[in-house]
């Protein structure tokens, strides 16, 4: 298995609230239209938690917009989807690629309950 997160931020410009709108009503359907079929296993996302204060809000609120992870059967597959022009048109519509961090990543469970 081949398991990918993306940490990213809106667009410059685009407000947090349309940003997060368009990646649950938009992006995420269409991601899954777009490659469930091509050896995607699971596909999961983490909108930043509006807060207005807490232990783990950075000064000036979060670095970051939001977190999705991919999981493939293969990288080779992961690499297919992501050069498809509809993946890349869709994502430049709201995400800012120049701060985007890619995070190729091995799964280790610690714990999970039940």
């Known amino acids: 298995m081949y398991t990918v997160a993306f940490?990213?931020?809106r667009k410059p410009g685009m407000s947090l609230e349309d940003f997060?709108?368009?990646y649950r009503d938009r992006h995420g359907p269409r991601m899954v239209e777009?490659?469930?079929?091509?050896?995607?296993?699971s596909y999961e996302h983490f909108?930043?938690?509006?807060?207005?204060?807490?232990?783990?809000?950075?000064?000036g609120g979060p670095a970051f917009d939001a977190v999705s992870v991919y999981s493939f059967e293969t990288e080779a597959?992961?690499?297919?989807?992501?050069?498809?022009?509809?993946?890349i048109e869709d994502s430049a519509a709201f995400i800012?690629?120049?701060?985007?961090?890619?995070?190729?990543t091995n799964r280790r469970t610690v714990f999970m309950f039940g």
């Open 7 to 9: 940490i990213m931020k």
């Open 20 to 22: 997060l709108a368009y």
């Open 34 to 41: 777009l490659i469930k079929d091509k050896g995607l296993i």
């Open 47 to 59: 909108p930043v938690a509006v807060q207005e204060k807490g232990r783990y809000l950075a000064e």
């Open 77 to 87: 597959q992961a690499e297919t989807c992501w050069e498809m022009p509809e993946v």
């Open 96 to 104: 800012d690629f120049d701060t985007m961090v890619t995070l190729p």
